[in-house]
């Protein structure tokens, strides 16, 4: 199932839930309310980074706040979670992830241990990533004003030379390529905050993506787009791309792996994996003829051990398709509502 | 009065208000948590922004979250704090801000309106900062784990060739400056939010002191260290410089303006003014020949207009204290326990 309800008309007044979803309505808060007030030529790029040309080179700038709910889930924590979020964000930009800043909003009363266990978490993140967080802060609102504990991360790295990416660079024909199986970080979440025991091993794929793009970087420079597809999914990323470029994209299921427990929890919990969200998966636009070459890096590296090209750049404009299974054609829209809270 | 009372121990297993004080529960916080777990050189310089070699220039960085209660006040809200608040850590660094990111957890719930108000008042912020907003984020959380809307910004900026600034540079007969009267910002936060009725304009500080900064180093490179006395008031800044550089500081009571509507506040909520957070302030420790100058640089600007030698670098190692007008010397600590939450 695809989540296609609107929002109630008479809320929109007030923020809602699916604000925060990186689906439709987020975009919708991007347009409507930041982008005219903050009006710049690097924020209305709408790319998951800010590259700002200081000193000569190229610098790479992002942030991320993260609010998700259980803090403690299988394959990780809010703090490794925080560092990877903000390290993929630069790594998608083409950067080499360099500082990191900190900053916790914790609630009275929650456990100094917690704390010292997201700090750990935090710290190894950073070091398994290869960034150092060198500036933070620290607030504190009152019970019932928080939840435990609200990590942001900001993040700056230096663009490696001879990379241009955009999410508004891919062209008719290019390849589409997925770093792996899709939906493992919204499953783990929701399967555990709904208390649900289901068979298989199912685990977050937080994880850190600096290394696996500097695999592809290394194999060729030619890479049109990278990002990674987060809250709203696989759906919502390649939504964004096909808008931003103006090319439609053009899908088939069969190429798109979902680990068998994801499809279990998403058949339980009435879920499409294409908008559950990934916290380890890349999506790379190639031209078509580095496909196999940016496949087989990809392979390589243990977090691409499962990279597919799984569609095409093609069709009408500003429409994602996908051939199911059965041979027939799906529209695959972005993300609208607020089925998936809290899962970042 | 000064705040000396401990935290109860028996609470010292859970975040207390205390921990966000910007005093002692903040440095032990600091010192205990995260700088252990973190470990690296620039994040163990304790400045309030990081100074990091990118590029063969010198590149701040620096990041605060904002939860100031209640968000919209006399002197400013949420939105302009938050844009001046990380310009002043950009700029006590010698660094002319370039960008910043703005991250946003918003509550279930709250107004579009007042988000929108929000914002605006940080575009504009940003405009008269001379710096752009080129990245952020939106996360919304249910009714009740937040409370409306919490900022996070971070900044980057350039550091000014030939500036070298530190909290451990303070030298014995240096000058401190003051660029104006304390207390300004907390006082109106906290009668607002006492919903106490003072004779007499009562409005917060909140500027950008990037170009008071710029006006200083315009006169003189020859400057030790700069701060802005934030949470935990001119006390606690003086109190880390002080810690820091391994010297002593001495005041002069009669040297240190208090607004008079300040004044009075401070007496109604039992209140000692040099522990009362400032927005729109900032700390100059120079060589002693270079103090004429940095005041009168300081004072042709409208920021700086009351700025002020208030006392001198000397005395017992690490400890700050005051001449009172009465001809007495007091001891001057850092801020201790929780009074003055969510203050920024």
């Known amino acids: ?37 903050f009006a710049n030529p690097v924020l209305s790029r709408l790319e998951d980074q800010a590259v700002l040309e200081i000193g000569g080179g190229r ?69 398994r990533a290869g960034v150092s967080i060198v500036t933070g802060d620290t607030k504190v609102v009152e019970r019932g004003s928080g939840d435990g504990v609200y990590i ?21 024909g290019d390849a589409v390529i997925l770093s792996g199986a899709i939906g493992d970080h919204g499953a783990a979440i929701l399967t555990q ?14 994880a850190p993506l600096n290394g696996l793009v500097e695999a592809v970087l290394a194999a060729t420079r030619e890479v049109r787009a990278m990002r990674d597809p987060t809250r709203g999914g696989l759906a919502s990323a390649l939504n964004e791309i096909a808008a931003q470029s103006g090319v439609g994209i053009a899908l088939r299921e069969e190429a798109i792996a979902v680990h068998a427990p994801v499809r279990g929890a998403c058949e ?25 070459l940016v496949v087989r890096a990809m392979r390589q590296h243990p977090l691409g051990a499962e990279a ?37």
Chains 1, 2 share one sequence.
């Open 152 to 172: 942001n991360t900001a993040g700056i790295g230096v663009v490696a030379d001879g990379v241009n990416l955009s999410a508004a660079h891919a062209r008719p």
């Open 268 to 292: 339980v919990l009435g879920l499409d994996p294409l908008y559950v969200a990934n916290e380890g998966k890349m999506i790379a636009i190639v031209p078509a003829e580095q496909a196999d």
């Open 193 to 206: 905050r709904e208390g649900l025991e289901l068979e298989g091993a199912l685990e977050s794929d937080s």
């Open 308 to 344: 597919a090209q799984i569609g095409t750049v093609g069709g009408q404009a500003g429409l994602v398709t996908m051939r199911t299974a059965f041979g027939t054609t799906r529209i695959v829209d972005m993300l609208a509502g607020d089925q998936l809270p809290r899962i970042c």
């Open 1 to 37: 199932m695809t989540f296609t309800c609107p929002a109630p008309i008479a809320a929109k007044d007030k923020v809602l839930l699916g604000h925060g979803s990186g689906g439709k309505l987020s975009a919708e808060l991007m347009r409507e309310l930041f982008l005219p007030a």
């Open 59 to 127: 610098l790479a700038f992002t942030t991320d706040s993260f609010v998700v709910k259980p803090l403690f889930f299988r394959g990780g924590d809010i703090g490794s979670l925080a560092v990877h979020g903000t390290v993929n964000d630069l790594a998608m930009g083409g950067a080499q992830p360099r500082a990191l800043s900190a900053a916790f909003i914790l609630e009275e009363g929650f456990p100094l241990a917690d704390l010292r266990r997201v700090v750990d978490s935090m710290a190894q993140a950073a070091k």
